[in-house]
C-alpha cells in the first residue's frame, strides 16, 4: 500500500491549502483514515480522521472550523482555512483496517503512512 501526499506549501497566515493523499490500493479496504501533522520538536498529532467510506469526520480540537478532511474514491483531501503560523508542520497521511471506534487519533495505531508534505504558515 502507498500513500502519497500532495500540495504543501508556504502560505501567509489566513490563507488556506488543500492536502491530498492518493491511496494506491482501493479505499474500501481500510476503515479508518487520518491527517496527521509533526512540527519540529514535538510529537507526531492527529489532526483529523474520517470513516474510509467518508462518514463520520472528527476534528482535533485546535483545528475544528477551520480544516475539513474528506475522502473522494481513492484520495484522501485535508482542505485547510484560516491558517495559523502554528499550523505549520509536516503533514502526513495515514490509514489503518481497523474500525475508527477505536482510539482513532493514535497515530501508533495507523499501519500505513505517506512520506508527508511541508506546510509553512508565515
Known amino acids: 500500500v502507498q500513500l502519497v501526499e500532495s500540495g504543501g506549501g508556504a502560505v501567509q497566515a489566513g490563507g488556506s491549502l488543500r492536502l491530498s493523499c492518493a491511496v494506491s490500493?482501493?479505499?474500501?479496504?481500510?476503515?479508518?483514515m487520518g491527517w496527521f501533522r509533526q512540527a519540529p520538536g514535538k510529537e507526531r498529532e492527529a489532526v483529523a480522521i474520517?470513516?474510509?467510506?467518508?462518514?463520520y469526520p472528527d476534528y482535533d480540537d485546535d483545528i475544528k472550523g477551520r480544516f475539513t478532511i474528506s475522502r473522494n474514491g481513492d484520495t484522501l483531501y485535508l482542505q485547510m482555512d484560516s491558517l495559523k503560523t502554528e499550523d505549520s508542520a509536516m503533514y502526513y497521511c495515514a490509514t489503518r483496517r481497523e474500525s475508527c471506534a477505536d482510539s482513532p487519533f493514535r497515530s501508533e495505531s495507523y499501519t500505513y503512512w505517506g512520506q508527508g508534505t511541508q506546510v509553512t504558515v508565515s
Open positions: 474520517i470513516r474510509a467510506d467518508g462518514a
Open positions: 490500493e482501493y479505499a474500501h479496504n481500510f476503515f479508518c
